[in-house]
């Protein structure tokens, strides 16, 4: 009881710092931004281009549940409308929740057909991320060849390599463990502790692994990653900026490697500082401009997750707290429920 307390107060610490340094981050990137003019740039704005980008925002999210459909093919036949729904849920969650309660919540839902266990659906999580890590990097290697990036953002590259690096062990230790399942079952000898929680889920990439399937998400995984430079074009060229492709996918790029840092829901903050420093320390815009941008950006790319996600939360049988709590519960009770 005493270890709980100790961990729940540790969380709520955790979780004011890094609140406060969000909203630290944002009242710094936003000195100097002329407010005042966000009202004529909104009155202003190209809304056909808008439109473009909040379209292609949600299909991104259509594009991630088939992906994760043909992932859980061999396991079990799920209606497209499953994992999408999940998946809204899941972004509604990470966009209002601490420490992006959404991942392990739209594992849950999507769980609750009766042919999915839980583990499995979490395991299939982790390979997405894996997926995503593994295009991230190629992306990275790209983005590092072509575009010079200033001193005084080398701490990001330096993450970018060290990504990389995790992703590259991690997804190697992943293959190994797939297809050298018994040689790694008996390396692992003993059913307590974390031999018991590497049993599960050694056990359930088994089931996902050795299919075709698995190839064909992997594949799926690069479109995916690539349609979110969609709508930071799309609303570069309806803010009004002069855009070119290859700034649109530098900022994708930053963007996804900054959500790898434990930051405040919504990614309210940090969304705003790393789109500013790209765009004034990279590109040479002025900064009060880009940090008019970085606000509509954020509000186009969040606003379709909270009314998408508020939509499937409708339909899903529970209250957002109910859910969130079940899915917590069922989590932790499957390496003590796993013969």
């Known amino acids: 009881m005493g270890e709980k307390k100790s961990r729940s107060a540790r969380s709520w610490v955790l979780l004011v710092v890094i609140n406060v340094v969000s909203i630290a981050s944002l009242v710094w990137t936003l000195r100097g931004s002329h407010l005042s003019e966000l009202k004529d740039d909104l009155q202003e704005m190209n809304w056909w281009w808008i439109a473009l980008a909040v379209a292609a925002d949600v299909s991104v999210y259509f594009w991630h549940g088939l992906r994760w459909q043909t992932l859980l093919r061999p396991v079990a036949?799920?209606?497209?409308?499953?994992?999408?729904?999940?998946?809204?849920?899941?972004?509604?969650?990470?966009?209002?929740?601490?420490?992006?309660?959404?991942?392990v919540l739209r594992?849950?839902?999507?769980?609750?057909?009766?042919?999915?266990?839980?583990?499995?659906?979490?395991?299939?999580?982790?390979?997405?991320?894996?997926?995503?890590?593994?295009?991230?990097?190629?992306?990275?290697?790209?983005?590092?060849?072509?575009?010079?990036?200033?001193h005084s953002l080398r701490p990001l590259v330096d993450g970018a390599y060290a990504l990389g690096?995790?992703?590259?062990?991690?997804?190697?230790?992943?293959?190994?463990?797939?297809?050298?399942?018994?040689?790694?079952?008996?390396?692992?000898?003993?059913?307590?502790?974390?031999?018991?929680?590497l049993h599960v889920l050694i056990d359930d990439l088994e089931i996902i692994g050795h299919s075709?399937?698995?190839w064909a998400s992997f594949v799926q995984s690069l479109p995916y990653l690539l349609l979110m430079t969609i709508p930071i074009y799309a609303t570069m060229r309806g803010f009004g900026f002069d855009s070119l492709w290859g700034i649109a996918f530098v900022l994708m790029v930053v963007l996804r490697l900054g959500t790898v840092v434990p930051q405040a829901p919504g990614n309210l903050g940090l969304f705003q500082v790393l789109v500013v420093e790209v765009?004034?320390?990279?590109?040479?815009?002025?900064?009060?401009d880009a940090a008019r941008f970085s606000l509509v950006l954020w509000g186009i790319v969040t606003l379709p997750l909270l009314?998408?996600?508020?939509?499937?939360?409708?339909?899903?049988?529970?209250?957002?707290?109910?859910?969130?709590?079940?899915?917590?519960?069922?989590?932790?009770?499957?390496?003590?429920?796993?013969?």
């Not at 497209?80 to 991942?103: C, D, K, Q, S, T």
């Not at 765009?279 to 009060?288: D, G, R, T």
């Open 307 to 339: 009314i998408g996600g508020a939509i499937s939360l409708a339909v899903t049988e529970g209250t957002l707290a109910d859910l969130h709590s079940a899915a917590k519960t069922e989590t932790s009770q499957i390496t003590s429920s796993r013969p």
């Open 165 to 197: 690096i995790l992703v590259l062990v991690v997804a190697l230790v992943l293959g190994v463990i797939m297809f050298r399942r018994h040689e790694t079952r008996a390396a692992l000898a003993g059913e307590k502790g974390w031999r018991r929680q």
């Open 77 to 103: 036949r799920l209606r497209y409308w499953e994992p999408v729904r999940a998946i809204y849920v899941g972004l509604f969650a990470n966009e209002v929740l601490p420490f992006r309660a959404g991942e």
């Open 107 to 150: 594992c849950y839902l999507l769980a609750r057909n009766p042919q999915l266990p839980l583990s499995v659906s979490l395991t299939s999580a982790l390979i997405e991320r894996i997926f995503d890590g593994i295009w991230l990097s190629v992306c990275i290697i790209l983005m590092l060849r072509y575009t010079v990036i200033p």
């Open 212 to 214: 075709r399937y698995l």
């Open 279 to 288: 765009m004034e320390k990279i590109f040479n815009y002025a900064h009060a």
